[in-house]
């Protein structure tokens, strides 16, 4: 190219050819033409060669650095992820379009690689004859990955923020060596996640945990979409009478606020929740182990302050107004109870939870029950429990298994002073229906 370049721009110089026809030939500008010409009219033995030929970029990335920081620290996070994650902890902006290159050089592929990407370097690793221990490990996995293709029709958001809620659990190794369960209830027009919470299982109060959260910070929706689990319908095997179905706890909470809930066991019924995942599984595990959580409540403490960062980052809230009605705290704690039969046993106790409870009044009377009498006992999220027997609410109060002080021997220690106990006020919202919870559903057409 050099000695071919030194040869038109001879002629040029030469006034054989003219600028134009040689900058076509070079595929160069007439600028740079005139350049050559004025460096060989200066000094005919000039090579043409550009200065900065042989030095490397004062800004050139370093490959090897960004492939060595992803195999020891950041390992299976995908492109996008991993190229914010190199901005904010090492100072290094780079982008994905190098990032993808550098995984090329490597016979790599991301976590989130296109089914076409993983072909094409799958027929790669086959026409090589000698491959390393990577690359076997590298084929081996794409051989042995199944080929799945599935397509969703695209679904319109909802209009307004708060119309309509998608909850749904998500059971994965999100910290630690044990998998549990991440609870969330996600808005469908905004995708801004509204209430999360880590249980060790898909559970009744894990999904309270999140009521609880959405209902305090903006208030009531007009509709909740959830899967087919027991915690939110339940239908008696082989009973085709829908009339004969059981009201869940959860069910009664939202009829109690005025909350339609709707359920379905697709996945197409709920997708901005089910879609949330993927996001969140490919980020979270990393910032829980970036922030050295271990357990279940380090994991719920650390929520509070994600959440709120992953909403900044991809919820949409500008132009959609809010159809949110704001509830008071005494009601949000009245609503969201469980209540459950008992029966008082000869010893006027009633066992809750594998303890025994007595029943006592506001002033701290203990009320002594007929045995053998049901009762409807009622568990508050703030853990205070409750007895209802002849439309009077009772506090109940744990019996200890030994007195913790002697009234023969303890002279020097003091005895506690009776308190008084709190007990919800008449009118409590969920005391209507308590004494007829498992009562059939009401069918509207």
């Known amino acids: 190219m050099d000695e071919k370049k030194l040869e038109i721009m001879k002629m040029v110089v030469d006034g054989e050819k003219s600028i134009s026809w040689a900058a076509a030939k070079l595929k160069r500008s007439e600028k740079t033409i005139r350049r050559y010409r004025k460096e060989l009219l200066a000094n005919p033995n000039a090579d043409l060669v550009h200065k900065n030929r042989g030095r490397e970029p004062a800004n050139k990335t370093d490959h090897e650095l960004i492939w060595h920081l992803y195999c020891t620290r950041y390992y299976g996070l995908n492109i996008t992820y991993f190229c914010e994650k190199l901005e904010e902890n090492e100072c ?15 016979d790599e592929f991301s976590v989130k690689a296109w089914h076409r990407t993983k072909n094409e370097l799958r027929k790669r690793l086959r026409e090589l004859k000698k491959l390393t221990k990577q690359q076997k490990e590298v084929l081996v996995q794409l051989e042995a990955e199944p080929y799945v ?55 009744r109060n894990g999904y309270y945990q999140i009521t609880k959260q959405f209902l305090t910070k903006y208030g009531l929706p007009l509709l909740i979409k959830t899967d087919k689990r027991t915690v ?25 606020l005025g ?92 066992r809750l939870n594998n303890k ?15 045995p053998k009498t049901k009762v409807s006992v009622i568990t508050m999220m703030n853990g205070a429990v409750y007895a209802m027997h002849d439309d009077k609410l009772l506090a109940m109060d744990i019996i200890p298994e030994r007195q913790k002080i002697s009234d023969m021997m303890d002279f020097d220690m003091e005895k506690p002073s009776v308190r008084k106990k709190y007990i919800p006020p008449y009118d409590s919202i969920w005391r209507i229906t308590n004494s007829n919870l498992f009562r059939k559903k009401t069918l509207i057409f």
């Open 92 to 106: 290094i902006k780079i982008s994905e379009g190098l990032v993808r290159l550098i995984f090329k050089e490597h």
């Open 149 to 203: 293709r599935t397509t969703h029709p695209i679904q319109p958001r909802s209009k307004y923020f708060g119309e309509e809620l998608q909850m749904d659990a998500s059971i994965h190794l999100w910290f630690g060596t044990k998998k549990c369960a991440l609870h969330t209830a996600i808005d469908d027009a905004t995708g801004l996640i509204v209430g999360a919470w880590f249980d060790y299982q898909e559970t």
């Open 232 to 256: 939110f319908e339940y239908k008696k095997k082989n009973d085709k009478d829908m009339a004969e179905d059981t009201m869940t706890q959860y069910q009664h909470v939202c009829q109690t």
């Open 259 to 350: 909350i339609e809930l709707q359920c379905s066991s697709s996945p197409q019924f709920k997708p901005r929740v089910e879609r949330s995942y993927g996001t969140l599984q490919g980020r979270l595990p990393f910032e829980l182990k970036e922030a050295g959580v271990t357990t279940i409540e380090e994991a719920n403490a650390f929520l509070k302050k994600y959440i709120q960062k992953f909403n900044e980052q991809f919820a949409i809230r500008k132009g959609i107004k809010s159809v949110w009605v704001k509830v008071t705290k005494d009601q949000i704690d009245s609503a969201l109870v469980t209540i459950a039969k008992r029966t008082v046993d000869c010893g006027n106790g009633i």
């Open 356 to 370: 025994y409870y007595g029943t006592f009044d506001s002033y701290g009377n203990q009320i002594f029950i007929k």
